[in-house]
Structure formats: C-alpha cells, structure tokens
C-alpha cells in the first residue's frame, strides 16, 4: 500500500490525533477534547491517551488471529495499566475515537469506534462512508454537556476509547473485498466537518479531494471554520484535523470492475 498522513492541529502544538501504519494496519485516534472536568480523575493529557493507545493497537493487531475488536479490548486494557494506580480512573479520564483498518490476503478488514470515519474509494467510483453517528444522536437529545457526559459509555448511549474495555464490543466492524477498492481514507471529524458543518463537500467530493490534494483541502476548510457566521460556530471554532489515505496497489483490482462496492459489517 502507498501511504500519506496529514495532520493539522487546531492548536499549534496541541495536536490530540494520532495517526499511523505498521505492517498491514493502519489506525487513526481522535482524543475526545471535553472539558477537564469531566477528566478529573486523571492527571494525563488527552493528546498522551490517543498517541498511547494509537502505538498498542498497531501492535496487537499486527496479529491476524487477532479480531479487530479484541485488539482494541486488549489496546484499552493495556493503556489503563499504565496510569490505572496513579489515577483515579472511576471519576472520569481522557478518551479517543478509533478508526483502524487491517490488509489481509483478500479483504480489508474495519473498525469504527464514535465520530471519525472511513471513506471507502470503490474501483467503480462508488464512495462508502463508515461513521459510528451515536455521539451525534446523544448530542441531539440533550441539552447540556453534563447529560451528554453521563451517557458516554453508557446503555443507550455512544460509545469512545476511555478505560472500559467492553467498549470495544460497541465498534462497528466489517470487510471488502480488496479487489473492489482503489483507495481508503481514515479521518478524524475535524476532516468530515467539511461536509457535515460547513457544506464544503458531500463524501463523494470530499473522498476526491483527500486523493488528489488534502493540503488544498485542509486550506479550504480553515478559511471556512473562519467566515463561519457566529450563530453556526461550534464550540471548538476549529478542530484537529487528520487524514491517512491508503492507496491500493492496481495488481490487486479485478481486471472488471463490480457494479457496487461490496462492504460487509457487523
């Protein structure tokens, strides 16, 4: 596979995703930027939960007797032993949303975890976007930050990377056919705003920029969050914004391209 990451921190220095590729997996974590209070019981920063967990999962999942979400289980499990004695992780700790893709002989296999996404390039020009929308659902039923809290990992809630291995069950997984794809895009809600806050793109268009010029992109989207009228801007005026586009190789394509990209989920 070829393989391009960029990154563009909301904040110089402050960058909360982390991003990368290691054998065949390749991994895309946006730290969940909430407010400090509902971190307390930790002293770690957000930007060191995501790039921790980020480096365990390509680890475990380079294992392919491995299932996604047990990697991700197990990545969880591990980062929560290295601060779980000196901090109190029942009273809240930094999180991350997960998007991980793994290249297996035929197939490529997928997990998402909350709001960042995949954008599957089919051979027949067919975009698929993969989204895990419960945060957004939560969001759109309450009405305060401290009700949108006490529903993260939760029943009936949505679900992130926290400390709570079981929360790993609750990612979306699935596969494609190899043969069907041309390109992959991981990336983090601060790329997918494009579409769903600013209206800059649809996914089709969105997936087409991310391969042929993501820095244009990145440049677009800044000056967007910026003429943003008042009423429409978010809490984070701007956002980390991260894009890990996977090229596939053209020997691996069928010589006919299949009328619909084929995706299958759990």
């Known amino acids: ?6 990154t563009d921190p909301a904040l110089p220095g402050a960058d909360e995703d982390a991003g990368g590729v290691l054998g065949e997996v390749a991994v895309v974590l946006d730290g969940a930027g909430v407010p400090a209070r509902f971190r307390a019981g930790c002293h770690h920063s ?3 939960y995501s790039h921790a967990l ?3 999962l390509l680890e475990i999942a380079q294992d392919p007797a491995i299932g996604l979400r047990d990697a991700l289980a197990t990545a969880i499990t591990r980062v929560g032993d290295l601060h779980r004695d000196g901090c109190d992780l029942g009273s809240g700790g930094p999180s991350a949303t997960v998007v991980m893709v793994r290249r297996t002989a035929e197939h490529l296999e997928h997990l998402v975890l909350c709001d960042s996404s995949l954008l599957l ?3 027949s020009g067919e975009i698929v976007r993969v989204t895990d929308a419960r945060v957004d659902e939560v969001a759109r039923s309450e009405s305060t930050a401290e009700a949108i809290e006490s529903r993260r990992n939760a029943p009936g809630g949505f679900w992130v990377a926290r400390h709570e291995p079981e929360a790993a069950e609750q990612a979306l997984v699935g596969r494609t056919p190899l043969s069907d794809l041309e390109a992959v895009h991981l990336v983090s809600d601060g790329i997918t705003r494009a579409v769903d806050l600013l209206g800059l793109h649809d996914d089709t268009s969105l997936a087409r920029a991310l391969s042929e010029d993501p820095a244009s992109l990145l440049e677009d989207l800044r000056a967007a969050e910026r003429d943003l009228p008042v009423g429409r801007r978010p809490r984070k005026a701007h956002d ?5 586009t996977l090229l596939l190789p053209r020997a691996r394509r069928c010589a006919v391209e299949p009328e ?3 995706v299958s989920g759990v």
């Open 1 to 6: 596979m070829h393989t391009t990451l960029l």
């Open 46 to 48: 957000v930007s060191w």
């Open 54 to 56: 980020a480096a365990r």
């Open 121 to 123: 390039l089919g051979t």
């Open 240 to 244: 980390d914004a991260t894009v890990l």
């Open 260 to 262: 619909r990209l084929r």
